[in-house]
T-cell receptor, first 116, second 120 residues
Framework: AQKVTQAQTEISVVEKEDVTLDCVYE???????LFWYKQPPSGELVFLIR????DEQNEISGRYSWNFQKSTSSFNFTITASQVVDSAVYFC?????????????WGAGTKLIIKP | EAGVVQSPRYKIIEKKQPVAFWCNPI?????LYWYRQNLGQGPELLIR????????DSQLPKDRFSAERLKGVDSTLKIQPAELGDSAVYLC??????????????????FGAGSRLTVL
């Protein structure tokens, strides 16, 4: 069965600290996609990254980086030098890549609080 | 370019009253989704449209919820009558279907700001 676990319900750090948000997934498919979305207080979910199961390269985008490890079924997200604007709820999600499979399994989210 | 537009942003109603939410997706996006998000949880899919056809409504409580997407563009989600447990944020999203064998699973969704419903 598909499942996404974000064990950290809430994380609070002081500005400029680095922070890692964990995501562990379960799937029996060999082809799947993993996503991270950000939901700021305004409520709109914003796409951050998509990674397919065949691409284990880590990715860096500015202060954001993602570590995909199939061996541990994890897709963790790190923010370097955090800023107050990074405060939001972050969701990890999984979809299996079968033809016309639109089912997106969401984690419960991690609320990130960045204190000034 | 305008994003996904939803209205109203907030709605407070008494139980048993009807309520409707409207969504205008990204221009050209053929797939439209309605999600419900309860406090502290991830979104749950209610219904998905491909153009004007509802292709997945398995999670839609059909006794009180209905949706339509006339002409394959904007969409309306209705609840009648509303119950206390319907209090949630209703999110609309759209995506452009990608061709190929992984159609669907790789789609990136663009979300609206949501409609927060409070049922008293």
């Amino acid at each position: 069965a598909q499942k996404v676990t974000q064990a950290q319900t809430e994380i609070s750090v002081v500005e400029k600290e680095d922070v890692t948000l964990d995501c562990v997934y379960e799937t029996r498919d060999t082809t799947y996609y993993l996503f991270w979305y950000k939901q700021p207080p305004s409520g709109e979910l914003v796409f951050l990254i998509r990674r397919n199961s065949f691409d284990e390269q880590n990715e860096i985008s500015g202060r954001y980086s993602w570590n995909f490890q199939k061996s541990t079924s994890s897709f963790n997200f790190t923010i370097t030098a955090s800023q107050v604007v990074d405060s939001a709820v972050y969701f990890c999600a999984l979809s299996e890549g079968g033809d016309s499979n639109y089912q997106l399994i969401w984690g419960a989210g991690t609320k990130l609080i960045i204190k000034p | 370019e305008a994003g996904v537009v939803q209205s109203p942003r907030y709605k407070i109603i008494e139980k048993k009253q009807p309520v409707a939410f409207w969504c205008n997706p990204i221009s050209g996006h053929n797939t439209l989704y309605w999600y419900r998000q309860n406090l502290g949880q991830g979104p749950e899919l209610l219904i998905r449209y491909e153009n004007e056809e509802a292709v997945d409504d398995s999670q839609l409580p059909k006794d009180r919820f209905s949706a339509e997407r006339l002409k394959g563009v904007d969409s309306t989600l209705k609840i009648q009558p509303a119950e206390l447990g319907d209090s949630a944020v209703y999110l609309c999203a759209s995506s452009l279907d990608l061709p190929g064998p992984h159609r669907g699973g790789a789609n990136v969704l663009t979300f609206g700001a949501g409609s927060r419903l409070t049922v008293l």
